[in-house]
C-alpha cells in the first residue's frame, strides 16, 4: 500500500506519470469506488487529509483509478490481482475520519491479518525482552520528564529494577514547576534511582547572545550531553544507554540522505565519553498515542500521561531571539495559565498539543494611564494523533478570551496575544 509519495513512488516505478501541480493541503473531498476492497463500508462521499504538490497524472497498466477530488485526478488506485493499492492522501492520520477503517480493509480484506497486537501485549513483550536481555547489568537512561523519556524509563524500572539509574538533567528551559514535579515523582513515588543536576547557568551561559533556532539546538544539545557525561562517569561503565526515541523523531531527523525537518537530541548525538555497550530505544516503533497506551499499561498517573508533549531543547525552541532569564520566566508564566485554561475547559484531551511562544515582537500598548512596549505571545493549539500531521484547535471564543484577560493581567512585559491557525503541513507543530 503507497500512501502520498508511496503513492506516487509505486506509479512511477510501475510506468505511470507523476507530473507537478495539483497543490492540495488539509482537508479534501474525495469521492471514491465503493466496490474496492480497501473502501468497503466507506461512503462514496469523505473527507481526507492531504498533503502534496506532485500528482499522478497517469495510472500504471492494469491499475483502477478508485478515488479522485476535485483537483486530484488519481486519489487512490489498484491492482487488485497483484494486491498493489495506493492512495494520495493519508489515512493514518486523524484528520481523515475514516482513515482507520480504509487501513482496517487494507490489513483485514487485503492482507490477511488477524489483529492480535495490542499495546497491552507489547508492553508485557517489550518488559519480558529487556528482562532476558538485561539480566543483572547497569542501564543508564537520559531522562527529560516528558511523556517518551518517562514511559521508557518506567518500562526499564519494571524490567531491571535498581539496575536502572536516570539523569535528569535541568537546563533552567522547562516549563514551570517542572524540575520539582519530577524530581518528586521519579525520585519520590518511584523511588528510582535519580541524579537530578541544576546545570541552568551553564546552558544559559552558553546561549546568551543566540538567537539562531537551529543554533540553540545545538547548542542545548551539546551542553546536555557535556552535563550528561559529566554525571555518567561519577557512576563508571554501563552496560546499556536507553533513550526515548519514538517514531515521529526518527522519520522528521531524517534517515540516509533524507532532507531535516529538524534536528532532535535524541536521534543520534549520543555522548561519546560515556561508556556504554549498547543502546536501548524501547519505543522507537510507536507513536505518541501508542506511547500513552503503554504508560497507561505501566500504571502511570494520567496527569503524567496526559501532559503535554515538550521538544527537548524546551523553551529554548518557543522563545524567539535570544534567551534570558526574563524571557524564560515571562514565557513560563504565559504558558503555564494557557494550560491551565485549557484544563479548566475541559479541552486538554481533546487538543493534541498547546503551548505558548514568546516572540521578538514588540508592540506598543495601553495600560491604564500609561503607553508600553512589551512582548507579543503567540498561542499554539493543534488536534492530533500522532503528531506528523495537526489541524489547528478551534478553540471557543470565550476560552480565548480568558487565556488572554490573564495572561495581559497576571504576566508582567506581555500586551498582546495572538493566535497560530496553520496546521501541520505546511508549518511544523513547534514554531522553531
Same mark, same amino acid.
Given at each position: 500500500?503507497?500512501?502520498?509519495?508511496?503513492?506516487?513512488?509505486?506509479?512511477?516505478?510501475?510506468?505511470?506519470?507523476?507530473?507537478?501541480?495539483?497543490?492540495?493541503?488539509?482537508?479534501?473531498?474525495?469521492?471514491?469506488?465503493?466496490?474496492?476492497?480497501?473502501?468497503?463500508?466507506?461512503?462514496?462521499?469523505?473527507?481526507?487529509?492531504?498533503?502534496?504538490?506532485d500528482?499522478?497524472?497517469?495510472?500504471?497498466?492494469?491499475?483502477?483509478i478508485?478515488?479522485k477530488?476535485?483537483?486530484?485526478?488519481?486519489?487512490?488506485?489498484?491492482?487488485?490481482?497483484?494486491?498493489?493499492?495506493?492512495?494520495?492522501?493519508?489515512?493514518e492520520?486523524?484528520?481523515?475520519?475514516?482513515?482507520?477503517?480504509?487501513?482496517?480493509?487494507?490489513?483485514?480484506?487485503?492482507?490477511?491479518?488477524?489483529?492480535?497486537?495490542?499495546?497491552?501485549?507489547?508492553?508485557? /513483550?517489550?518488559?519480558? =525482552?529487556l528482562?532476558? +536481555? *538485561? %539480566?543483572?547489568?547497569?542501564? #543508564?537512561?537520559?531522562?527529560?520528564?516528558?511523556?517518551?523519556?518517562?514511559?521508557?524509563?518506567?518500562?526499564?524500572?519494571?524490567?531491571?529494577?535498581?539496575?536502572?539509574?536516570?539523569?535528569?538533567?535541568?537546563?533552567?528551559?522547562?516549563?514551570?514547576?517542572?524540575?520539582?514535579q519530577?524530581?518528586?515523582?521519579?525520585?519520590?513515588?518511584?523511588?528510582?534511582?535519580?541524579?537530578?543536576?541544576?546545570?541552568?547557568?551553564?546552558?544559559?551561559?552558553?546561549?546568551?547572545?543566540?538567537?539562531?533556532?537551529?543554533?540553540?539546538?545545538?547548542?542545548?544539545?551539546?551542553?546536555?550531553? /557535556?552535563?550528561?557525561? =559529566?554525571?555518567?562517569? +561519577? *557512576? %563508571?561503565?554501563?552496560?546499556? #544507554?536507553?533513550?526515548?526515541?519514538?517514531?515521529?523523531d526518527?522519520?522528521?531527523?531524517?534517515?540516509g540522505?533524507?532532507?531535516?525537518?529538524?534536528?532532535?537530541?535524541?536521534?543520534?548525538?549520543?555522548?561519546?565519553?560515556?561508556?556504554?555497550?549498547e543502546?536501548?530505544?524501547?519505543?522507537?516503533?510507536?507513536?505518541?498515542?501508542?506511547?500513552?497506551?503503554?504508560?497507561?499499561?505501566?500504571?502511570?498517573?494520567?496527569n503524567?500521561?496526559?501532559?503535554?508533549?515538550?521538544?527537548?531543547?524546551?523553551?529554548?525552541?518557543?522563545i524567539?531571539g535570544?534567551?534570558?532569564?526574563?524571557?524564560?520566566?515571562?514565557?513560563?508564566?504565559?504558558?503555564?495559565?494557557?494550560r491551565?485554561?485549557?484544563?479548566?475547559?475541559?479541552?486538554?484531551?481533546?487538543?493534541?498539543?498547546?503551548?505558548?511562544?514568546?516572540?521578538?515582537?514588540?508592540?506598543?500598548?495601553?495600560?491604564?494611564?500609561?503607553?508600553?512596549?512589551?512582548?507579543?505571545?503567540?498561542?499554539?493549539?493543534?488536534?492530533?494523533?500522532?503528531?506528523?500531521?495537526?489541524?489547528?484547535?478551534?478553540?471557543?471564543?470565550?476560552?480565548?478570551?480568558?487565556?488572554?484577560?490573564?495572561?495581559?493581567?497576571?504576566v508582567?512585559?506581555?500586551?498582546?496575544?495572538?493566535?497560530?491557525?496553520?496546521?501541520?503541513?505546511?508549518?511544523?507543530?513547534?514554531?522553531?
Amino acid at each position: 500500500m503507497g500512501i502520498c509519495y508511496g503513492a506516487q513512488l509505486m506509479a512511477h516505478m510501475l510506468g505511470g506519470i507523476v507530473e507537478a501541480g495539483a497543490n492540495e493541503y488539509g482537508k479534501v473531498d474525495v469521492a471514491v469506488d465503493t466496490a474496492s476492497k480497501l473502501f468497503e463500508e466507506i461512503p462514496s462521499k469523505t473527507v481526507c487529509w492531504m498533503s502534496h504538490t506532485d500528482y499522478i497524472n497517469q495510472v500504471p497498466v492494469d491499475f483502477k483509478i478508485t478515488a479522485k477530488t476535485v483537483n486530484c485526478p488519481v486519489a487512490a488506485m489498484e491492482n487488485a490481482a497483484k494486491k498493489l493499492y495506493a492512495v494520495q492522501f493519508h489515512p493514518e492520520v486523524m484528520h481523515t475520519p475514516l482513515g482507520a477503517r480504509m487501513i482496517r480493509n487494507f490489513l483485514y480484506n487485503v492482507c490477511g491479518c488477524k489483529g492480535e497486537w495490542t499495546m497491552s501485549s507489547f508492553t508485557k /513483550r517489550t518488559i519480558k =525482552a529487556l528482562k532476558e +536481555k *538485561i %539480566g543483572d547489568k547497569k542501564v #543508564l537512561c537520559a531522562l527529560s520528564g516528558g511523556v517518551d523519556s518517562s514511559v521508557a524509563a518506567l518500562l526499564l524500572h519494571k524490567a531491571c529494577g535498581d539496575n536502572l539509574t536516570c539523569i535528569f538533567v535541568d537546563h533552567g528551559l522547562l516549563r514551570k514547576d517542572e524540575a520539582k514535579q519530577v524530581n518528586e515523582l521519579f525520585g519520590g513515588a518511584y523511588n528510582i534511582n535519580l541524579i537530578s543536576v541544576d546545570a541552568s547557568e551553564q546552558f544559559l551561559g552558553q546561549l546568551r547572545g543566540i538567537s539562531d533556532p537551529e543554533q540553540k539546538r545545538k547548542i542545548i544539545g551539546r551542553e546536555f550531553i /557535556r552535563v550528561f557525561e =559529566a554525571q555518567a562517569k +561519577k *557512576i %563508571g561503565k554501563v552496560d546499556f #544507554l536507553v533513550q526515548g526515541t519514538i517514531y515521529p523523531d526518527v522519520i522528521e531527523s531524517g534517515v540516509g540522505d533524507a532532507a531535516l525537518i529538524k534536528s532532535h537530541h535524541n536521534v543520534g548525538g549520543l555522548p561519546d565519553h560515556v561508556e556504554f555497550d549498547e543502546i536501548i530505544e524501547p519505543l522507537r516503533d510507536l507513536f505518541k498515542d501508542e506511547v500513552r497506551k503503554v504508560g497507561l499499561e505501566l500504571g502511570m498517573p494520567e496527569n503524567m500521561v496526559y501532559r503535554q508533549p515538550f521538544p527537548g531543547p524546551g523553551l529554548g525552541v518557543r522563545i524567539i531571539g535570544e534567551i534570558t532569564r526574563e524571557k524564560i520566566a515571562i514565557l513560563q508564566d504565559a504558558d503555564a495559565i494557557f494550560r491551565e485554561e485549557i484544563a479548566n475547559a475541559g479541552l486538554d484531551r481533546e487538543i493534541g498539543q498547546h503551548f505558548a511562544v514568546l516572540t521578538d515582537l514588540r508592540s506598543v500598548g495601553v495600560m491604564g494611564d500609561f503607553r508600553t512596549y512589551d512582548y507579543t505571545v503567540a498561542l499554539r493549539a493543534v488536534t492530533t494523533s500522532d503528531f506528523m500531521t495537526a489541524d489547528w484547535a478551534t478553540i471557543p471564543y470565550d476560552v480565548l478570551n480568558t487565556v488572554s484577560r490573564r495572561i495581559v493581567n497576571e504576566v508582567k512585559g506581555i500586551n498582546r496575544i495572538v493566535y497560530d491557525i496553520t496546521s501541520k503541513p505546511p508549518a511544523t507543530i513547534e514554531w522553531l
